[in-house]
């Protein structure tokens, strides 16, 4: 599904630019890439780039912005690059329209994984929504109001149905507690973190085999939460 | 110094005047019992150990105690005696080197205090500069380490002549030995940013839920290893991602220097003050017996076990920041015990030991949401 997908790559170091390159033209994706934030938009338009993978670190300004200028007209999948210690930066970027972001020092084989699941979720918003969503050993079925875990039915409440519904079908991509927020109680409760903590704790407390030590509903901390894609071989 | 009688409550500047007032009169009662035996010259000298005492308050106070060393001499000794008339005009002249004593003293003392407190300051600017470099020692030797292993294993495995089989167990500990240079960084980053004082954006979480987030962290790391999670529906106020960093240090520090089976429990004390206890516990060799203390001190490591001694250094200034407290102990029956006390300050949004779930109350169109919600 990679085949001839044109990647812009957006960041400053050129050592780290060379080595996506490489990394991901061996996993046939095109590479265009930019050192500077200017360069970048420039390339966003005549390249017409299927993903793009931004730095937030960028030297001749806000990465933020660039994030913002493209969701002005473009739905093209942004993966967000960052450090570890910038949970507020990777928020404002998630809700300002990045698709997903991955920690400075990352490994490929996280990057790739990110790229797949935000290539597919572009290429589905325009398809219909699935009636039966299927993730790992969980398996939600919205006609009958169902969900079972390896099979087994699982008594859900309606707002933790419909939680897990919408992590299912953005699996593998972080929400933010916001964007969850207003999707299950609206736009009055994103500030309400704590509805969403309790209801998460609860949901795993069905889903996970041991909740404490949980496979895959994630907490990314200070960020969000993330259901485990089933293709998603990293740890 | 002069009396810092406890009930008399007045703020230490005021001492300072207070005992260039009281410094004077007491010499000159003693002056008044010993008239009878001293000359003028010998009365005017002891006034200067009282303007002394008083230049150890201060330059203000030294140049009070003169000025009323002057008065008093010229009032109580200066014939005609008890009144300020003064006959002979060789008496000015002893004024005024008793005023220029005095203010030499003063100016002296104030000189000598503000050398003493540049020596201070050089004292502790020395210290911190062999804090630092202890600090650079011991980082620059345990960053070197994974750094030579990382760059014999990648040149190694860039040789055309290592066997394909070979090139991917090198680079495996390429990986690994990245993953712990960026560990090691994350604790340096932190502790550095503690000690400069950040404030944690505490919210409350429930435990479950920041344990999983750092077990999902370690996981590569863990492997198969287990860790007993029994923290029950317990919430904490924390920060969600300095705390995090607190349990990882703490998970892996009882797998590097304990053994399994790891437990990480929690519960509530009522108190007072109310608290919330963390204990994450091992069956090791335990602390090394009288380091329960030390274990916590930067660059301190248990024998020679790798690391950089920072983890449970980082434990203890982001636990600190958090209001809280961290002790190691033995736990009976052999291995280490680490105690977490954590203080509980305002109210859980919801009951700390048993968040009620709510039963879907706030949603707007709660009830048979769901099917509804599908999208086009």
């Not at chain 1, 996993?27 to 338009?45: I, K, L, N, P, S």
């Not at chain 1, 933010?176 to 409760?189: N, P, S």
């Not at chain 2, 810092?4 to 019992?33: D, F, K, M, N, Q």
Request: proline share 7%.
């Amino acid at each position: 599904m990679t085949d001839g997908r044109t990647v812009l790559v957006i960041e400053d170091e050129h050592a780290m630019r060379r080595l996506l390159r490489a990394s991901l033209e061996a996993h046939g994706f095109v590479v265009v890439d930019a050192a500077t934030m200017a360069e970048g938009r420039r390339a966003a338009t005549s390249a017409a780039p299927d993903l793009v993978i931004l730095d937030l670190g960028l030297p001749d300004g806000d990465g933020l912005d660039l994030v913002r200028a493209l969701r002005e007209w473009t739905r093209v999948p942004i993966i967000v690059v960052s450090a570890r210690d910038r949970e507020a930066d990777k928020i404002k970027a998630l809700d300002a329209g990045a698709d997903d972001y991955v920690t400075k020092p990352f490994g490929t084989g996280e990057l790739l994984a990110r790229m797949r699941v935000a290539l597919r979720h572009a290429a589905a918003t325009s398809a219909t929504a699935a009636v039966v969503l299927e993730v790992g050993p969980l398996r939600l079925d919205h006609d009958r109001h169902e969900v079972t875990v390896d099979g087994a039915a699982v008594k859900l409440t309606p707002i933790e149905f419909r939680l897990l519904a919408y992590l299912m079908q953005h699996a593998g991509k972080v929400l933010t507690h916001r964007q969850l927020l207003r999707e299950i109680w609206g736009a009055g409760a994103v500030e309400h973190t704590h509805y969403l903590r309790v209801h998460m704790a609860a949901l795993r407390r069905k889903i996970e085999r041991d909740a404490g030590r949980p496979h895959w509903l994630l907490t990314e901390p200070g960020v969000g939460y993330r259901l485990r894609d089933q293709d998603d071989g990293q740890a | 110094m002069v009396g810092a009688v406890e009930p008399l409550h007045l703020p230490p500047r005021a001492w300072g005047w207070a005992s260039a007032v009281a410094a004077v009169g007491v010499v000159t009662a003693i002056g008044l019992a010993a008239y009878p035996h001293l000359g003028l010259a010998d009365l005017a000298m002891l006034y200067l150990p009282a303007v002394m005492i008083a230049a150890l308050a201060g330059r203000g106070p030294a140049l009070l105690a003169s000025s009323l060393a002057v008065a008093a001499f010229d009032l109580c000794f200066v014939p005609p005696r008890f009144t300020f008339v003064v006959n002979d005009v060789r008496h000015t002249v002893t004024f005024a080197v008793m005023f220029a004593a005095g203010l030499t003293i003063a100016t002296l003392a104030e000189r000598l205090r503000g050398q003493a407190a540049l020596a201070r300051q050089a004292d502790l600017r020395a210290r911190s500069e062999e804090l630092r470099s202890a600090l650079l020692s011991s980082v620059s030797h345990d960053l070197r380490t994974p750094l030579a292993v990382i760059t014999a294993a990648a040149t190694s495995a860039a040789d055309p002549a290592v066997p394909v089989a070979a090139r991917a167990e090198l680079l495996e500990s390429v990986v690994a030995e990245a993953r712990r240079l960026e560990r090691m960084l994350a604790n340096l980053l932190q502790l550095t940013r503690v000690e400069t004082g950040i404030v944690p954006h505490r919210e409350w979480i429930p435990l479950e839920e920041l344990v999983g987030g750092a077990l999902t962290r370690l996981e590569s790391w863990l492997g198969d290893r287990p860790v007993e999670v029994a923290v029950g529906e317990l919430a904490v106020p924390v920060d969600p991602v300095l705390f995090e960093l607190v349990l990882i240090n703490l998970i892996e520090n009882a797998f590097k220097h304990g053994a399994p089976p790891v437990t990480i429990a929690a519960r509530r004390v009522d108190g007072p003050p109310a608290t919330i206890e963390i204990e994450i516990l091992d069956r090791g060799p335990g602390v090394p017996a009288g380091a329960e203390d030390r274990v916590f001190d930067k660059f301190f490591r248990a024998g020679s076990a790798p690391g950089a001694g920072l983890g449970l250094a980082v434990v203890r200034a982001l636990v600190t920041a958090h209001g809280g407290r961290v002790s190691a102990h033995q736990r009976p029956g052999g291995g280490a015990r680490f105690v977490l006390e954590l203080p509980v300050v305002d109210a859980p949004p919801y009951p700390a030991d048993a968040p009620p779930y709510p039963a879907d109350a706030p949603a707007p169109s709660a009830g048979s949401a769901a099917p509804g919600e599908r999208r086009p």
